[in-house]
């Protein structure tokens, strides 16, 4: 079975709790493939929370879920030494970080203290603990997910740093009128997530990150996301454009494009198709420009303005 197929089997099983939403499934695998993390922003009540368990459960992998509060403190989300009376001793309890997905529930609740907690947790896959280095499981990825608009009062925004390091932010959208009939005949007799079945494995998903690594990049597709890359920094509507860490980001869910697609080369439709989830939220707009356009418009702006390579089939 090749790798298209099996996106497919997991589309179809994750289908079964969440209609309409096969684009979001393969944006989320192919960042799955790539190590890379993933900032769900929709309004409250369109499945973000059902989408990563469903995810963990149809990959065999596991699931913990931290719901972000003011209260809550970096210890409750990496872990604590602490004294055990019994034993005279202290121990090392590690927190909810030590999964293979992990769900950070209304991220933008948290102080900047305990968001920052997660800075080494989704750059290095591991943790320090009172000097002690931990390594996570593998595959390890944090899916976040944040309500775009909430009130300003209590909620306190990712900087600049953090959003740099989600691989992907993805917008969740409304259902369609009959996606939403779907919905109603699905769950008319109770939550269908019970049946849901690993279609993948750990092993699977191991061997298609190796795998992805593999997908060629033509010279001509690399200048063409540099150009992308370069026009974002010497753009008159933004600040601050795209880092080197988003180049890299581009370029690898480009290959994993062309992966889901059984292709073992990348086209520039790949990184058209991608770049909207993976350079809008890393970019900055100038106070003036924030007030006339979105991050998602100037980004579709760039790609109209550079020039796409004629594609020459495979490499």
């Given amino acids: 079975m090749n790798t298209s197929e099996k996106l497919e089997l997991l589309k179809k099983e994750i289908g079964q709790v969440l209609i309409g939403k ?15 993390h993933v900032l769900l922003e ?11 368990k469903s995810f963990a459960k149809t990959i065999n992998g596991s699931f913990k879920r931290i719901q972000f509060t003011p209260d809550l403190l ?3 989300v990496t872990g604590i030494q602490f004294f055990h009376p019994k034993e005279q001793d202290f121990q090392l309890r590690i927190g909810p970080v030590m999964t293979n997905i992990l769900l950070a529930d209304e991220i933008n609740r948290a102080t900047p203290r305990t968001q920052s907690s997660l800075l080494e947790v989704m750059e290095e896959r591991q943790v320090t603990i009172d000097g002690e280095t931990i390594s996570l499981p593998k595959p390890f990825i944090v899916i976040a997910t944040q309500n775009p608009i909430e009130s300003q009062q209590g909620t306190f925004a990712l900087p600049e740093a953090q959003m740099d ?24 007799n109770g939550t269908p997530f019970s049946n849901l079945k690993n279609v993948l494995t750990i092993e699977d998903i191991h061997q298609m990150k190796e795998d992805v690594k593999t997908v060629l990049i033509s010279e001509e597709v690399e200048d063409y996301i540099l150009n992308i890359v370069h026009l974002s920094r010497n753009h008159e ?12 980001a581009l370029m690898r869910a480009a290959q994993g494009k062309a992966y889901v697609n059984n292709r073992t080369f990348v086209t520039p439709q790949d990184v058209k198709d991608v770049a909207v989830f993976l350079l809008a939220h890393r970019l900055v707009l100038s106070l003036e420009a924030s007030l006339r356009k979105t991050n998602i418009q100037v980004i579709e702006s760039i790609l109209k303005n550079v020039e796409v390579p004629v594609e020459h089939g495979a490499i």
């Avoid at 509507?237 to 890299?248: K, Y």
Wanted: avoid cysteine; aromatic fraction near 10%; proline fraction near 6%.
């Fill in 42 to 52: 929709s309004v409250p009540g369109t499945g973000k929370t059902l989408l990563a």
């Fill in 22 to 36: 096969d684009d979001i499934v393969e944006m989320i695998f192919i960042s799955l493939i790539n190590d890379g």
């Fill in 237 to 248: 509507d933004i600040q601050m454009g795209i880092s080197p860490r988003g180049t890299l």
């Fill in 165 to 188: 390091r989600f691989f992907m932010q993805i917008q969740l959208d409304y259902p369609t009128f009959e996606e939403e009939k779907n919905i109603l005949k699905t769950y008319r």
């Fill in 74 to 76: 970096p210890s409750d």
